[in-house]
C-alpha cells in the first residue's frame, strides 16, 4: 500500500537534535548536543526508596488506570507549591499533570490553534515545541532573540501583522537554545502586549528551578491577571526525563477542553511515577535538592565558559547564562553554524546548530548551541578545547578566503 | 481572556466512560462501568522485583531521556513475539513502543488522516478512538456491528460511497463494547474490501491475548499480505494499565512520520516500564501470567452470563464473549438504553448505554455494556441481580404504555 502521509506532518521533519542524539550515544563523541540534565542530578536512592515502597504495599494504586487531569494528591502539593513560590492564583487557573513538557505543548495546541493560524515564537526556540505547532499546521513566525529577551519592536510588528495569531511562545528563563533570560521589564512589556493584541501566551518554563546565577525574575504566569498565560511545567529536569511528567496551568474555562485533549491522545500518564514526584515534594528535601542540582549546573556551565574564554577565537561571541542547560556561541559576521557543526562532529565533538531551533527552517544562522549538563568536566575541557581550535582555523581561513 | 476552542475540538464531549469512573469511584456503587483490567491480574510481584532491583542497580539507565521509537530491547523482544505467536513479517514491517494503546490511535489519525476525511468504523466501537478521530477532524462512519463482526454488506456499501475514506477502525476480537469476535471468514472479507477499495486498517487488539473460550482466529494483521494493516497492541490488560504503554506495528514506509509523530507528542514513552516489561517477557513466566488471567476473566464471565440468564428479562438478549472484558446486552424492540442506565446508576449499578459508543452521538441505541472484569464475585452477583429487576420493571412498565 501508498501511505499517503495527513498535510500537517508533511513539512515535519524529524528533530535534527533526536537525530543528533543517536549519534551522541557513540562513547567516542563528546556530546555537547543533547539536552539531557545531569544524570548525577537524579534523586536516584528516594525515587528506588519511594517505589520499591508503594509497589510492595499498595501496588495496585499505582498500576490500574488513573484520572486524566492527574494523580489527585500530586494536583494539590502542586498548586500549593506553586502559588506558595510564584504566587500563581488557583481560583482562576486549573493544574493537570501531563505527559511531559513537551505534552504541554501538544494539549495546548490541539486546544487552541487551528490549521494555518499563526503561532509567534522565540527565534530560535526549542524545536521540539515548534515541530509540534507545525504537526498542527500552525504558521510559526519567529521574533528574534536578544540577550535579554524578544526583540519587541520586531514582536509589536509581528503582532500588528498577525492580528489572528493564537499563541506567542516563550521560554523566559534559561532559553532553551540561547541559555538568555528575558528581563523583567521585557516580561512585563510582552505580557501588555499580549494583553493589548489579545494573544494567549504559552510560557514553557522546564528549567525555572535551576537558576544558578542572577536574581529570580517572576514568571509571566505570576503577571497573568487575565488568564492568557498558560504555564508548561516539567519534572524531567527536577526529578528525571523519563518520568515523563509535566504539568499544565490554565484558565478553568479551558478544563474541559484539556480534559478531552488527554483522554483523546494517552488517557492518563503515569501513576507510579506521579506518586513518587508527589511522596518526594511532600517527603523529602526538595529545596535542598533543587540547590545541589543548581549548584552542579553553575560548576558545569562556569567550567565550559572559563574553557570557551580560553580556546574560542575572540570573534566568537556568547552570552553568560543564569541558569537551565545551554549556552550558545554565535560565528563572525553572520558566518553558517552548520558546516562549522558537520566539521565540530568530525572532530568528535557534537554541538547544534542554529537553524536546528529556527521556525524557517532555510535560515542561515551563525549559533551552534552548547549543553554543559550531560558531559563530564574531562569532557568539558577536551570538547571545548577541540571546537576552540577550530574556530580559529575556520575563522582564519574564512579571512583568508 | 476568552479562549476560542480549536475547530477539531469543538465537537468533541468528554468520554462518558471517563465521567462514569469518576461516579464509579463510590465505594457504594456497584461498577460494571469501567473498562479496568483486573487489578488481581497484575504481577505485582514480578514488577515490584524488578523495578527495586533496577532502581537499585542501574537507576541512570531507566530514568535519562530515551528514544522516541522505544527502548531497543523491548522493541526486538516484542518484534520477535509477535513473528512467532502472530506471524507479523518484521522485514515489511516495523514496531514501536508507544504510550498505550489510545496513543497508537493518536499517532496512526495524527500521521494519516486530514481534516474531513471519513474514517470508517464498527458501530458502537470503543470511544476513546472515536474521540480521536474526532479531534483530528475526521467524519466518522459507522458499520453496524453483528454477532460475528461488522456487517460486510454495510461495509462495502460505504467503502463505495467514500472512496476516499483514510482509515477502518476495528477491534476483532472481544471487541469492545460490544465482548464480539469478529469470524475468521468476515476477518478474510474484510481484508479483501480493505484492499480493493484501497483503505487502511487500524486493527486495535488491547484485549487479544485474553481468549477464554472457543478457538483463537487470525489477526488481519497476520493476513496483510499488503503491509495495510495498523496493528496496535498494549501491555494495559497483560501487564497493568498505569504502565502507559502499547505498541504500534506499521509498514516501514510509514517509520520516519511515526517518529515525527511520536517527537511533536510527547517525544518518548516512559523507560522503567519498557525495561519491565521486557525483563518480564524474557525472564518471567508470562505464559503462565496470561494462563491465570484468562482462568481469572473466564471466572467472572461465566458468572455474570450466568446470573444475566437467571435474573434478566428473557427479552433482554446478550452474546457469549470468547475473552477481553466485555459483554453487551441489548434491550427489546430497539428501546433506548439510555434512561434505562440512568435508573440503573440510580439504584447504584453503573454501566454505559451504547450511544457513548456510537460515530453517531444522536442515536437511539438498545445496548448498554457491562463490564465483569473488575466487580468481585459479590458485586456480580448483585448488581445482575438489581440490573435483572430493572429490566423486569422496565420492559414490563413499557409494554403498559
Known amino acids: 500500500m501508498n501511505f499517503e502521509i495527513a498535510e500537517r506532518l508533511q513539512g515535519v521533519h524529524g528533530s535534527m537534535i533526536r537525530e543528533l542524539f543517536k549519534l551522541g550515544a557513540d562513547p567516542n563523541m563528546i556530546s555537547f548536543g543533547g539536552g539531557n540534565p545531569a544524570a548525577e542530578t537524579f534523586p536516584t536512592a528516594e525515587i528506588h526508596e519511594i517505589a520499591e515502597r508503594v509497589l510492595r504495599e499498595n501496588p495496585v494504586s499505582v498500576l490500574q488506570y488513573g484520572l486524566s487531569e492527574g494523580y489527585t494528591p500530586l494536583r494539590e502539593t502542586m498548586k500549593a507549591y506553586l502559588a506558595k513560590t510564584e504566587g500563581f492564583d488557583f481560583e482562576k487557573n486549573e493544574l493537570y499533570i501531563v505527559s511531559g513538557g513537551q505534552q504541554c505543548a501538544d494539549l495546548t495546541t490541539k ?67 540561547t541559555g538568555v533570560t528575558t528581563s523583567l521589564e521585557k516580561r512585563k512589556k510582552i505580557y501588555e502586549l499580549a494583553c493589548r493584541y489579545d494573544v494567549a501566551i504559552l510560557e514553557d518554563n522546564p528549567y525555572g528551578e535551576l537558576r544558578f546565577a542572577g536574581e529570580a525574575v517572576p514568571t509571566l504566569k505570576s503577571m ?41 491522545t494517552d488517557v492518563h500518564s ?50 553568560q547564562p543564569e541558569g537551565g542547560l545551554f549556552v550558545m556561541a554565535f560565528l563572525p559576521d553572520g558566518m553558517d553554524s552548520y558546516p562549522f557543526v558537520r566539521e565540530a562532529i568530525a572532530r568528535g565533538v557534537l554541538c547544534v546548530p542554529a537553524v536546528a531551533f529556527s521556525p524557517d527552517e532555510s535560515a542561515v544562522c551563525s549559533g551552534f548551541r552548547l549543553n554543559y549538563s550531560t558531559p563530564t568536566d574531562a569532557q568539558i575541557d577536551e570538547g571545548v578545547r577541540r571546537l576552540g581550535a577550530l574556530t580559529w582555523e575556520w575563522i582564519e581561513n574564512h579571512k583568508k578566503g
Chains 1, 2 share one sequence.
Open 270 to 319: 503515569n501513576v507510579l511515577f506521579q506518586y513518587i514526584c508527589n511522596e518526594y515534594m511532600q517527603h523529602c528535601d526538595y529545596a535542598g535538592h533543587i540547590k545541589a542540582a543548581r549548584a552542579c549546573y553553575a560548576q558545569k556551565c562556569r567550567r565550559m565558559l572559563r574553557g570557551m574564554k580560553e580556546h574560542f577565537h575572540p570573534a566568537v561571541t556568547f552570552g
Open 224 to 264: 497573568d491577571t487575565e488568564s492568557r498565560v498558560i504555564y508548561a511545567g516539567s519534572f524531567s529536569k527536577v526529578m528525571a526525563p523519563a518520568f515523563r511528567l509535566g504539568f499544565l496551568v490554565f484558565d478553568k474555562s479551558l478544563a474541559p477542553t484539556m480534559s478531552v485533549a488527554k483522554q483523546c
Open 111 to 177: 486546544a487552541l490553534v487551528n490549521a494555518g493560524d499563526v503561532v509567534l515564537t522565540e527565534d530560535p526556540a526549542f524545536v521540539g515545541c515548534l515541530n509540534t505547532f507545525r504537526s498542527y499546521g500552525a504558521k510559526l513566525v519567529g521574533v528574534p532573540m536578544q540577550a535579554d529577551g524578544m526583540d519587541l519592536e520586531a514582536l509589536e510588528r509581528q503582532l500588528a501583522a498577525h492580528p489572528d495569531a493564537k499563541l506567542l511562545y516563550t521560554i523566559p528563563s534559561f532559553q532553551n537554545p
